[in-house]
């Protein structure tokens, strides 16, 4: 207790020691003394201070010094001299970094044309690849999806190692994410044999395919070609089919599952280009031939010219009265990108006019082939439309497109094909 005492009694005795006027003004933070004019003068001319200020009034006063003689180069506008600074610096750009040049050249085509990237469902199909092939070659970037159910990855091999070929296996059943410009939609097995062996995977290709990629063009803002078919026009009580015939289908019959498959999808692109403004080109295409077929799908040209070659009967549906329009692919192809390119929706006729029966066909193929085929009758098909023909006026009118190669012209190319295909074919059977 003493002790505490004493301590006490201590720091009492200091505390009166301490000036009472001090004590209330303390403060832990230095006083800071006024900076005297000496003193300044003294801190400019040290460590070269004031060298870099007059360097920096110097460089200040060379600029607007040669201002004026900058503003005279770009062009004058009296109206607005605050953006005198502005036209200078990008004046002196160009002076610098354009070259002159004595005299301009011509410059090529498509020189200045943005490169499109472009997706092709089905684009290792027989149309499909022939379409990859002109986007590429007009300088565009392809990306193909497939899930070569009737594609081949042989269709499209001339292009593996281009950078600006992307080939992706893929379902549109199932959505996918892409980037891109234009959207070619071809995805579905288009001859009997194919979609009728699994008529359900053949319209669901056709309405759930269709619903992906529109939304998928209605998310990235992309323009969107939809390849519909002649068999919305079903078996057809009028002739030739204009595209404001609304068509004769069976709903319930063995082809219901391709036609109004079609049908629908078609409805959906409408309705999306009504109702969410997604761009959209409806495509009608009539029979094809040409290179790549499938050597047994089931269509009638590819069906001739297998048959001869192999030295079989050509097999005839029925009578052979009924009438088909064939068009070879480069005119399909070229009515297709015509179509992308042009601003109406459609939908349009893409066809050769030019009518053959069944019988005129085989005549024809065995001209080109091999004049002593045979031909074997059978019972027609279920749904076989007895006559299609395509009423192109629209398309001439807004597209300026007709198709321009004829039977006799296209057939002996895709001969060609087929005899390859089939040769090496036999040569594999052999080998096994």
Excluded at 291 to 320: E, H, K, W
Excluded at 387 to 409: F, G, H, Q, T, Y
């Amino acid at each position: 207790m003493k002790q505490l005492h004493k301590q006490a009694s201590v720091n009492q005795r200091r505390d009166e020691e301490i000036p009472s006027n001090l004590a209330s003004t303390y403060s832990p933070k230095a006083l800071k003394h006024p900076r005297s004019l000496p003193r300044s003068i003294n801190y400019l001319f040290k460590e070269q201070r004031l060298l870099f200020i007059l360097v920096g009034i110097l460089i200040g006063s060379t600029f607007f010094i040669l201002q004026p003689t900058l503003y005279r180069l770009g062009p004058s506008d009296p109206n607005n001299p605050t953006t005198s600074i502005s036209r200078s610096f990008s004046t002196a750009h160009d002076l610098v970094s354009k070259p002159t040049h004595a005299k301009v050249g011509r410059i090529p085509v498509g020189l200045g044309k943005r490169r499109l990237r472009i997706v092709v469902t089905g684009g290792a199909g027989f149309v499909g690849s022939h379409l990859v092939d002109k986007l590429l070659d007009r300088g565009n970037d392809v990306i193909v999806i497939d899930n070569f159910f009737t594609g081949r990855k042989d269709n499209l091999v001339h292009h593996f190692g281009n950078p600006r070929f992307e080939l992706i296996r893929h379902d549109v059943v199932e959505p996918i994410l892409l980037e891109v410009d234009q959207i070619y939609h071809l995805a579905c097995p288009a001859s009997p044999v194919h979609y009728k062996y699994n008529p359900v995977k053949t319209i669901k290709t056709n309405v759930m395919g269709t619903l992906n990629m529109l939304g998928l063009a209605k998310r990235i803002g992309a323009r969107f070609l939809l390849t519909s078919t002649s068999e919305v026009y079903g078996d057809p009580l009028e002739h030739p089919q204009k595209e404001t015939y609304w068509g004769n289908v069976n709903p319930i019959g063995e082809r219901s599952c391709y036609d109004e498959g079609k049908r629908t999808a078609e409805t959906l692109a409408m309705d999306y280009h009504r109702g969410a403004d997604v761009e959209v080109r409806i495509a009608r295409i009539f029979n094809t031939y040409g290179p790549r077929m499938c050597l047994d799908d089931g269509r009638v040209v590819s069906n001739f010219v297998a048959q001869a070659i192999r030295r079989q009967p050509l097999t005839v549906y029925g009578d052979g009265k009924q009438t088909r329009s064939f068009q070879y692919v480069s005119d399909l192809v070229n009515g297709l990108v015509a179509l992308m390119d042009g601003e109406h929706v459609g939908p349009f006729n893409l066809g050769n006019p030019g009518e053959f029966t069944m019988l005129e066909l085989a005549e024809v193929v065995k001209e080109t082939i091999d004049s002593s085929a045979t031909i074997e009758f059978r019972p027609n098909t279920a749904d076989d439309p007895h006559k299609r023909k395509p009423d192109i006026s629209k398309a001439k009118e807004l597209l300026n497109w007709e198709p321009k190669v004829s039977l006799r012209e296209g057939l002996p190319l895709m001969v060609s094909d087929f005899q390859n295909r089939i040769l090496n074919e036999d040569e594999g059977k052999a080998i096994n």
